[in-house]
């Protein structure tokens, strides 16, 4: 069975701050997306990586997949109250990578505080 | 346009009764799914649907029926609910022919459901 381990679970911070929010796997992946969910909401997807060692940016989010495929990270610059939420990982078991079928991580609670 | 309909928002259902979860998307997605959300545990795929007339089993199917008689619906059935099926339940579509991993899934707003 394979997994997606987020870390940290949990993270606040102050306006202004740089964070990191990890992926992690032993398994190798076909593909790696980040939703980000607010509450009573369902998750919208922000960005999909494909190939090992890609780096996408998304304003101030920087999403890099591993060059094994087997890890992801999300950065975020100069983070904002607006940035407050569910960030979760998931990806496209190899295998699967023809079916819509996605492992989700146990996300990570980013509260950033004015 | 309205996306992905849930409904009901919230139950609060007593053990071994029968519920039906209903999903309805206006966007003609082929591919629907199902997944439920539990605190530490991310989401977890329930059921799936490709197109409309089939349907898979996603990582946790047990208690749970699903049926895709047409495109925009995809309900989701627990035959005789139990505590353990307390959860958030989302439904999630794609539009694609030929789902793939990396197709952009569309969540509904959820069905909050607590079992007694």
């Known amino acids: 069975t394979q997994l997606l381990e987020q870390s940290p679970q949990f993270l606040s911070i102050q306006e202004g701050e740089n964070l990191t929010v990890y992926c992690n796997s032993s398994?190798?992946?076909?593909?790696l997306q980040w939703y980000r969910q607010e509450p009573g909401e369902g998750p919208v997807l922000l960005v999909t990586?494909?190939?090992?060692?890609e780096v996408k940016k998304l304003k101030r989010l920087t999403f890099q997949f591993g060059d094994a495929r087997k890890d992801s990270s999300l950065h975020i610059t100069a983070a904002q109250p607006g940035d407050t939420g569910l960030y979760l990982c998931?990806?496209?078991?190899?295998?699967?990578?023809?079916?819509?079928?996605?492992?989700f991580g146990q996300g990570t609670t980013l509260q950033v505080k004015p | 346009i309205a996306g992905i309909t849930q409904a009901p928002t919230s139950q609060i259902l007593a053990a071994g009764r029968r519920m039906t979860l209903r999903c309805t998307q206006d966007?003609?997605?082929?591919?629907m799914y199902w997944y439920r959300q539990d605190l530490g545990l991310g989401l977890r795929l329930i059921h799936y649907?490709?197109?409309?007339?089939?349907?898979g089993k996603g990582e946790v199917p047990d208690g749970y029926s699903v049926s895709r008689a047409n495109t925009d619906d995809f309900p989701l059935t627990l035959a005789s609910a139990v505590p353990s099926q307390t959860s958030v339940y989302f439904c999630?579509?794609?539009?694609?022919?030929?789902?793939?991993?990396?197709?952009?899934?569309?969540f509904g707003p959820g069905t909050r459901l607590t079992v007694l």
């Open positions: 999630a579509s794609s539009d694609s022919s030929h789902p793939r991993s990396t197709d952009t899934q569309y």
């Open positions: 398994s190798v992946f076909s593909s």
């Open positions: 990586v494909v190939t090992g060692g």
């Open positions: 998931a990806g496209g078991a190899v295998g699967s990578s023809n079916t819509g079928k996605l492992i």
């Open positions: 966007m003609r997605h082929n591919a």
């Open positions: 649907s490709n197109t409309a007339g089939t349907t």
